[in-house]
C-alpha cells in the first residue's frame, strides 16, 4: 500500500515525461522515417548529406564549439577569482552574472541588434570617439558573441560551484608537502572541478548547437545553421518528414556530444547523469 | 504493478491531447487574419450592431496559416490570405463558393480587382478583394542615386555594397531576379530558376540581410540605404521617415491581392458573410483603411479620400506600374521544392 502511494506521487512526473517527452519524440521518428503519404523512407534522415544541409551542420557544430571553447577561457579564471573572495561580494557578484537571465532571451537578443546596427549605439559612440567603426552585425562573428553572452551563466556557474566545494585543507595539505602553485592548480584544482567543466560544457555546446534564434536575428539571414533549416522545413516548407529527420540526426549529434563528454567524466568520478 | 500505472497513465495523457471536446456556440465567428491587419474597433462595432461574438485569431505568413489551418484544431469560419496560398487551398478543395447575393455592398469594389483574382479564381466566385499593392524598393534618397531605382540592377550595384536589405521569403526574392531577367515569376523552368539563383548568390555579398517585418524599421533607423518592401509597409515607413522614398522598377514586380474566402469546414457562413457585407460598408471601409494604410479596392473610400492620397503612388500603383505586374501563383510540389532547396542553397552560399 505504502509503495503504491510512493508511486502515485511520480504520477504527475510520469505524466509529464509521457505528454510532454516521450510523446513528442516519438511523434518526431514517425515523422522522420515516414514520406508525406505515410510510407517508410529514409530519405528525410540522409538528405543530411545534401550540400546545403551539411554545410549548415558543419558551421553549426564549429560555432558551437567556438562558443563553448570561449565560454571555457572566460569562466574558470572568473570561477577562480570569485572562489577567492569575501563570502558575501562573492554571492553579489554571482548574482550580477544571472542577473541578465531574468530579462527574455528574445529581448536580450534585440538589444544587441539595437547596440551593434550599422548606426547603432556602439557605432554612434565610436564615430563620435574618432575610432573606426566595427561591421560585425549578420555575420558569424555576431552570432558567436551573442550565443557567448547567453550561455555564459551555464558556464560559469557549475564550475564555481564545483570549485566552491573544494576544502581549503586539501590546498593547505597539498603546500605542507611541498606542491607548487601550478601543481596544486593540475594535480588538485583541475580535476576537482572537473564534474563542473563538463556539465558546464554540455550546456553550453547543447543549445549552441540548435539554436536558431540568435542566427535568425544577428546573422541577418546570411548565416544559415542546422537549426534554421529545421524551422524553415517545419514552419515554411510545411514539411515536417524533412524536419523531423533532420531533428533526428541533430539528436544524435547531442546525444554522441553529451556520451562523450559522460565517458570524460566517469573517468573522474563525476558524471553527468 | 508499476507497469500497469505506466500504462494507466500514459492512456490517460493521450486522451488530455486528443480527447477534449469541441464545443459550439451558434453565435460566434471565427476569424484568421494576418496581424496588425483591421481596425481593431471595427471588431467591435460588428459585435455591437449584430450581436455575433467574434472569436479573432493572427498569422504572421500565409505558410503560417496553412499549418494552423490545416492542423484542424479551430474551424474558422472566415480567412484571409494572399493570392497563391489561397490558389492552393482551392485546388486542395478547401473553399466554399461565396454567395455574393448575401454580400450586396460588394457591389462597391472595383472591378478591376476582380478581374486581377481570376488568376487565382478563375471564375470569381470563391474570394473578396481586400487589400492590394506591389512589391518595391524602399530606399533613401541621401544614400541612393535618385536616377537608377527604377531597375532591379541598382540592388546588384557593388557602390551599396553592405546597405542592401533583401527580403527574407523565397518568392519575393526569387521575384526579383526573375524579373530583372525577364523572366515571369511564376517559372518553373530549370534553367531560368538556375539564373535567377545564381544571381542572387551573387548579390549576397552585397546584402545587409535578410528580412522579412524588421526591414521597414530598418530603414526608418538609417542602418540600410534600400530594401526590397511591400507596398503597404513602404507607406507605413515614409510616415516616419520624410527621407525614405518608394519605387517599383520598369521591369515590373508581383502584385499582391489579400482576399478574404470561406473555408470548407467554416460552421457559420452567415455570420461570415454579414460581416464581409460590413466590411464593404463605406464608414467602416475608410476606418480600415486609415488603419491598415493598404490600397483599398473599395471605390467609394478611394473617391472620398484627398486628392494628393488619392494620387500617392505608394499606397495606390497606378495602372502603368500594373501593367508590367505579375500574381503569383500557386506551384506544384516539385516546383515547390525546388525553389526551397535553391534559397537554401542561397542562403548557405558564402
Known amino acids: ?273 | 504493478m508499476k507497469k500497469k500505472l505506466l500504462l494507466v497513465l500514459s492512456v490517460s495523457a493521450l486522451f488530455l491531447f486528443t480527447g477534449c471536446g469541441r464545443t459550439d456556440s451558434p453565435n460566434t465567428l471565427t476569424i484568421l487574419n494576418y496581424g496588425k491587419y483591421i481596425e481593431p474597433e471595427i471588431l467591435e462595432i460588428f459585435e455591437e450592431e449584430t450581436g455575433i461574438k467574434v472569436e479573432y485569431e493572427e498569422y504572421i505568413t500565409p505558410e503560417n496559416m496553412y499549418t494552423k489551418y490545416k492542423a484542424g484544431a479551430i474551424d474558422y469560419d472566415l480567412i484571409c490570405t494572399s493570392d497563391y496560398m489561397i490558389e492552393k487551398l482551392i485546388q486542395e478543395n478547401e473553399v466554399s463558393e461565396m454567395n455574393y447575393e448575401n454580400i450586396p455592398l460588394s457591389k462597391d469594389l472595383d472591378q478591376t480587382y476582380f478581374e486581377f483574382s481570376k488568376s487565382f479564381d478563375p471564375e470569381n466566385k470563391y474570394t473578396l478583394p481586400y487589400f492590394f499593392g506591389t512589391v518595391g524598393i524602399l530606399y533613401n534618397k541621401d544614400l541612393v542615386d535618385e536616377s537608377k531605382v527604377n531597375s532591379w540592377d541598382i540592388l546588384w550595384d557593388e557602390n551599396y555594397a553592405g546597405q542592401i536589405i533583401m527580403a527574407d521569403s523565397v518568392r519575393d526574392s526569387f521575384m526579383v531576379a526573375q524579373k530583372r531577367l525577364g523572366y515571369s515569376l511564376n517559372t518553373t523552368d530549370e534553367d531560368e530558376l538556375r539564373a535567377a539563383q545564381e544571381l542572387l548568390i551573387q548579390q549576397k555579398p552585397l546584402v545587409y540581410s535578410y528580412l522579412v517585418d524588421e526591414a521597414q524599421d530598418e530603414m526608418i533607423a538609417e542602418n540600410a540605404a534600400m530594401a526590397v518592401v511591400y507596398s503597404g509597409e513602404a507607406g507605413y515607413a515614409l510616415e516616419f521617415n520624410d527621407k525614405l522614398a518608394f519605387s517599383v522598377p520598369d521591369e515590373g514586380s508581383n502584385m499582391w491581392i489579400d482576399c478574404w474566402f470561406i473555408p470548407g469546414r467554416a460552421r457559420h457562413t452567415e455570420h461570415a458573410e454579414k460581416f464581409l457585407n460590413f466590411l464593404c460598408r463605406e464608414d467602416i471601409a475608410m476606418m480600415n483603411f486609415e488603419y491598415v494604410y493598404y490600397a483599398t479596392p473599395n471605390t467609394r473610400v478611394k473617391e472620398s479620400l484627398d486628392p494628393e492620397l488619392q494620387n500617392n503612388t505608394t499606397i495606390f500603383p497606378p495602372a502603368k506600374i500594373l501593367e508590367n505586374c505579375e500574381v503569383l501563383k500557386s506551384l506544384d510540389d516539385e516546383a515547390t521544392m525546388k525553389y526551397n532547396l535553391y534559397w537554401k542553397e542561397i542562403k548557405s552560399a558564402d
Not at chain 1, 574618432?130 to 562573428?141: A, Q
Not at chain 1, 601550478?182 to 540548435?210: H, Q, Y
Open chain 1, 1 to 273: 500500500m505504502r509503495k503504491l502511494k510512493r508511486q502515485l506521487l511520480a504520477g504527475p512526473y510520469i505524466l509529464w515525461m509521457t505528454g510532454f517527452i516521450l510523446l513528442p519524440i516519438a511523434m518526431v521518428l514517425y515523422y522522420a522515417f515516414t514520406t508525406t503519404g505515410g510510407s517508410f523512407t529514409l530519405l528525410n534522415v540522409s538528405s543530411i548529406a545534401f550540400s546545403v544541409h551539411f554545410k549548415a551542420l558543419i558551421l553549426s557544430l564549429k560555432l558551437a564549439l567556438i562558443c563553448t571553447v570561449i565560454c571555457l577561457i572566460l569562466s574558470y579564471p572568473l570561477a577562480m577569482i570569485l572562489n577567492r573572495m569575501k563570502t558575501k561580494s562573492q554571492g553579489f557578484i554571482v548574482f550580477i552574472f544571472i542577473l541578465p537571465m531574468w530579462m527574455n532571451f528574445m529581448l536580450r537578443i534585440l538589444a544587441w541588434r539595437m547596440l551593434l546596427s550599422n548606426n547603432g549605439i556602439i557605432n554612434s559612440l565610436l564615430e563620435t570617439l574618432g575610432l573606426p567603426m566595427i561591421d560585425i552585425l549578420n555575420t558569424p562573428t555576431a552570432v558567436v558573441f551573442c550565443m557567448v553572452y547567453d550561455f555564459l551563466p551555464f558556464m560559469i556557474l557549475p564550475i564555481y560551484n564545483a570549485m566552491a566545494r573544494i576544502q581549503p585543507d586539501i590546498i593547505e595539505a597539498a603546500k605542507d608537502l611541498g606542491a607548487g602553485n601550478a601543481t596544486i592548480f593540475f594535480k588538485i584544482i583541475v580535476p576537482l572541478t572537473m564534474s563542473g567543466v563538463i556539465s558546464g560544457i554540455i550546456m553550453v555546446f547543447v543549445p549552441a548547437l540548435t539554436s536558431f534564434a540568435v542566427s535568425d536575428l544577428l546573422g541577418g539571414g546570411k548565416v544559415l545553421l542546422i537549426g534554421n533549416v529545421i524551422e524553415q522545413a517545419f514552419m515554411q516548407e510545411y514539411n515536417w518528414n524533412l524536419g523531423s529527420g533532420l531533428s533526428f540526426v541533430l539528436m544524435i549529434f547531442v546525444i554522441a556530444s553529451m556520451a562523450l563528454m559522460n565517458s570524460r567524466g566517469d573517468e573522474t568520478g563525476a558524471g553527468v547523469w
